[in-house]
Antibody, heavy 120, light 110 residues
Framework: EVQLVQSGAEVRKPGESLKISCKGF????????IGWVRQMPGKGLEWMGI????????RYSPSFQGQVTISADKSISTAYLQWSSLKASDTAMYYC?????????????WGQGTLVTVSS | QSVLTQPPSASGTPGQRVTISCSGR????????VNWYQQLPGTAPRLLIY???QRPSGVPDRISGSKSGTSASLAISGLQSEDEADYYC???????????FGGGTKLTVL
């Protein structure tokens, strides 16, 4: 069974850094794109970017380019989303998801989500 | 403002058929397939329809998707209380070089 397991909820202050993770189980992690999706409180889904763990090819939404960094460590089947300087507006639920058939297609498995709260 | 446009809400009574629309442009729905996700309260999204009209295993056949030109639709027949959720359409956008989502439609079963 394909499973994506994300790291736990985080609380940070504005200006702090953060790295959250997403570990894949039950499939060839290096062979499928992993995307990140933001959901701000009470709002809809936003595609942030996507990475191919096999060669770390990474694409970003123009809205998130320069604001976050997506990376992956294929040796431990884990993808990451990180911030160097958090803002209050980064408060949201963040989901990772697997694209089974190329970067331009659907997400068939989703992580449980990581809630990030940024508050002074 | 989402790139894909969905009605914010929809409703129906048990057993009814409801449809949810998703409108885009030539760079997204017009040239790529559409996917639909269901998000139950407090849970992660779940894939409902991919490639505009394909159902993953486990999704009942009372749920269907279609696409025409720059618009797509999700139809749910035999509405049940457990269908009450938020529904999102999504498609690749060739101009933005990324996935775009609709703003979501909250389905209420009366």
């Amino acid at each position: 069974e394909v499973q994506l397991v994300q790291s736990g909820a985080e609380v940070r202050k504005p200006g702090e850094s953060l790295k959250i993770s997403c570990k894949g189980f039950g499939y060839s992690f290096i062979s499928h794109w992993i995307g990140w999706v933001r959901q701000m409180p009470g709002k809809g889904l936003e595609w942030m970017g996507i990475i191919y763990p096999g060669d770390s090819d990474t694409r970003y939404s123009p809205s998130f380019q320069g604001q976050v960094t997506i990376s992956a460590d294929k040796s431990i089947s884990t993808a990451y989303l990180q911030w160097s300087s958090l803002k209050a507006s980064d408060t949201a639920m963040y989901y990772c998801a697997r694209a089974p058939s190329g970067l331009a297609n659907w997400f068939d498995s989703w992580g449980q989500g990581t809630l990030v709260t940024v508050s002074s | 403002q989402s790139v894909l446009t969905q009605p914010p809400s929809a409703s129906g009574t048990p057993g009814q058929r409801v449809t949810i629309s998703c409108s885009g442009r030539s760079s997204n729905i017009g040239s790529n397939t559409v996917n639909w996700y269901q998000q139950l309260p407090g849970t992660a999204p779940r894939l409902l329809i991919y490639n505009s009209n394909q159902r993953p295993s486990g999704v009942p056949d009372r749920i269907s998707g279609s696409k025409s030109g720059t618009s797509a639709s999700l139809a749910i027949s035999g509405l049940q209380s457990e269908d009450e959720a938020d529904y999102y359409c999504a498609a690749w956008d060739d101009s933005l070089n990324g996935q775009v989502f609709g703003g979501g439609t909250k389905l209420t079963v009366l």
